[in-house]
């Protein structure tokens, strides 16, 4: 064996025990294939092992030292291509990997056999290929084609996860294994060359491919490749051009006429600064060409954030400052889109915060607004804590991020942006702002995270105050609404009023009608009675009349008694078993007589079927007569007045079936803002002027109180009454409704009194 190869592979092997060894103490911060690039270390060890064999060494009695290379590197390209399986799948699923370790066994299985079968083994013996394939030995071949197949499949993985790679540093990922199966395929290849030098080149490339399998597994974020290339490119410009110079220089210094003395010297360094004055502008071309490969995407950070503080200072509206936001941000940063998402810290909830992601910008169409993150988590962590930007990459490759929740990795996933950096006022988290991928697909440097990190700064003053304002406009909001409220009240409370002094007016005048009649005709007796002309017809009719007033008083003075007892709510119900029926025939019977003098009618109908009530007879009777007697105020001469009542089942799981009595009339209607305040006391939905003393006359107002004592009763047996009308008018006379709701049953905390202790 050559010595310099010796030399170089053991060397090698020294390499390669050492980072073994590395890999062992770091074995935590692995991304994916610890016992395959475990596995690929050690068979590369293995095959180099091998060198150190005597050439002539037999296994078997028949084969030589390089059927077991060949095995040990076919071995080594399928645990390498595990690795490299395991590592572009996004998720680590391990189907692919199966897959792939069942072909790799299988090829290995077949060169072993065709070995076993093979009466001579060629590969790796100078100008081997000819041999074997005059020979036909399919050892050889198989070796070869295995390898030629296992490093195509390799590569057609590698590209199509570099094609798909939702980010530049997977595709820049994609793009270091395939650069590194290459160089460990082409390694392979030298090493079963044949050739000293060329297996001497071998070892070394296996080395170094084997190395960047280590290098890629440690170290989640690989160096940037296609950066990589451009400088080399561009340095080997520069080399190239001076290069050229200098060889220009020296073939001019070869052919001057002078060689020595003086007069050469001047002349050389003439020459000498010729060509630095060359090399300048060179340089400068060299340069020129590369600037704008290398800087494309590349970022002025001080215009940059200058600009955008600029714009995001004079937004002061949330809608504002997202367009202006995002729209720098696009701009400066040269990305594809960026957006706002705005952090709720609630405090308790499960030590969770609450991620809001804003509509607008680059999240014009997106449909899962929000999101939440653990505040033990890596990525509050991160943000909140450290207060740092964050990669989306970072999110699916660091091992940092290894422990995140399903949830919070699947809510970023969604958000389909690059980088994050978090917006911070006073020390904590109020918002996140998040960028898309680069125009030209580059990935994200640390000078980049450094510029919008710098801009989620000067966003925190900005969202702050927009947040403000936006509460701000809020507060005003409820404010006026509440303001509005009041006033409304206001002017309810100054109608009320204002009633309540009318009332004292028409309570005067209601009294003073009758009060003057009795006292009109006691005086009239008293004179007829001192002069003896009192005769019993006489006498008769004005009893009658002074009893009709005093009758008219009476009823004022009870009515004005039950609003009072409403008042402090101390009106006694005493329950006993009715039906609506009897109530409703009770109300109306005294009533039609009058109904009858102005040709009204009455009809009513559903009352016969429905069931017996609880309730206090003598007072319901009382409200639906006061509904009943407005019915006949309230309606013209002819016209209709009709009752419907029917058993309304319960709509609702926690309601109870109830009676529902309509008594529907056809006459003048009552104002929309009057249906409420009808049942107020003392309200009069008409001017008391009107004021007629007949009870049941047409437009014949009363005090203002028969609705307000029906409203009273109703409610005190747990019912409801509302009046229903299109509206006020005289002459098309619209008509009213008025519904009376009851339970069959009064709830448990209706006014009651038992009706033995209301008979004491
Ligand atoms: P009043 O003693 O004035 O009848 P109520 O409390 O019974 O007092 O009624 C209050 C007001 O409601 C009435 O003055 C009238 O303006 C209005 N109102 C009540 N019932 C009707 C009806 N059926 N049609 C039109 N207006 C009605």
Known sequence: MDSLLGAVTLASIGIQALLLLYVQVRRQRLRTGYPWLLSTLLLSLLAALTFLLPPDVQITGKYGRNFALTLALAALVIAFGAVVVSDTQRQPATGGRRAWLL???????????????????????????????????????????????????????????????????????????IINTAVIVVGVILMLSGSQTLTLLGVITLLVGVAGAVYAQLSYRVFDIRNGVNLSLRTALVVTMTALLLFGALQAVSRLPVRSGMEANVLLALLALAVALLYVPVRQLADAVFRPIIQRGQVNPTIATRRYSQRVSGAVELDQLIRVATETLNESLRVRRSGLILVNDTGGENGQIELMVMPGGGFADFKNIRGYVAKAGPVYRQLAVKQSPLTQFDLEFSPDYKTLAEPERQFFNSLRMSAYAPVIVENSLIGILACGPKINDAPFYPRDLEVLATMANQTGVGLRNARLVADLR?????????????????????????????????????????????????????????????????????????????????????????VSQLDVNAMDL???????????????????????????????????????????MQRLVQAFRNIVVNAIKFTPDGGRIEINASLQPAEKPGEKDHIL????????????????????????????GLHSTGTYKFMGAGPGLGLTIAKGVIEGHGGKIWAESPGHNMESCPGSTFFVELPLVPPANARRVLPMEGEK
């Not at 009595?661 to 008391?688: H, S």
């Open 103 to 177: 072909l790799g066994l299988l090829w290995l299985g077949g060169l072993i056999a065709a070995g076993l079968l093979s009466p001579t083994i060629s590969i790796a013996e100078g100008e081997w290929l000819v041999a074997a394939v005059n020979a036909r030995e399919p050892f050889s071949l198989m070796a070869l084609g295995g390898l030629g197949v296992v490093g195509a499949v390799l590569l057609g993985i590698c590209l199509y996860a570099f094609y798909i790679a939702p980010l530049p540093e997977i595709a820049n990922r994609a793009l270091f294994w």
């Open 474 to 562: 809020h507060l005003n909001r409820s404010m006026e609404a509440l303001n509005k409220g009041l006033e409304e009240a206001n002017q309810q409370m100054e109608k009320l009023d204002s009633v309540k002094t009318e009332f004292v007016t028409i309570a005067s005048h209601e009294l003073r009608t009758p009060l003057a009649q009795i006292r009109g005709y006691t005086d009239i007796m008293d004179q007829l009675n001192s002069a003896g002309m009192l005769n019993q017809d006489q006498i008769g009719s004005m009893v009658g009349n002074l009893r009709k007033a005093s009758e008219r008083m009476e009823e004022l003075i009870t009515a004005m008694l039950d």
């Open 574 to 616: 005493r329950f006993s078993q009715t039906t609506p029926e009897a109530i409703i025939r009770m109300a109306i019977e005294p009533l039609t007589d009058a109904i009858k003098q102005r040709k009204l009618t009455l009809s009513a109908r559903g009352l016969r079927g429905l069931p017996t009530i609880e309730a206090d």
């Open 661 to 688: 009595i309509a008594i529907t009339d056809t006459g003048v209607g009552i104002a929309r803002e009057n249906l409420e305040l009808i049942f107020q006391k003392f309200y009069r939905a008409y001017d008391p």
